[in-house]
């Protein structure tokens, strides 16, 4: 099933998925930035409850990267409930799969 949205200024299409380890995989993430949520936006994948802002430094800088991750489902973080209890720490991965802090929101 598709589904489009808009949201925060950007056209958003929902797609099911019923093999999301393929999907984790045929992108090259590190199984310990793997998390519910998996987006392709361009050349990249963001993965997990990502903050817009660290979306948006993403497609403004456009650095030589794969993707960015905010793994687990931190509380506070978009989409999810809770209190904010530490900064969100965003990771970036690398072609050669390093993985790198990106930015801490």
Not at 42 to 51: A, E, L, R, T, W
Request: glycine share 8%.
């Amino acid at each position: 099933m598709k589904t489009t949205s808009r949201s925060k200024g950007a056209a958003v299409q929902s797609v099911d998925i019923d093999d999301l380890a393929y999907l984790k995989t045929s992108l090259n993430t590190p199984r310990d930035m793997w998390s519910c949520h998996t987006s392709v936006v361009g050349d990249y994948f963001i993965k997990g409850h990502v903050p817009v802002e660290a979306v948006r430094k993403l497609l403004d800088e456009k650095p030589d990267i794969r993707g960015i991750a905010l793994p687990g489902m931190p509380a506070s973080s978009p989409g999810m409930g809770g209190v904010k209890n530490q900064p969100f720490t965003i990771y970036s991965i690398t072609v050669d799969s390093t993985i790198e802090i990106y930015m801490v929101l």
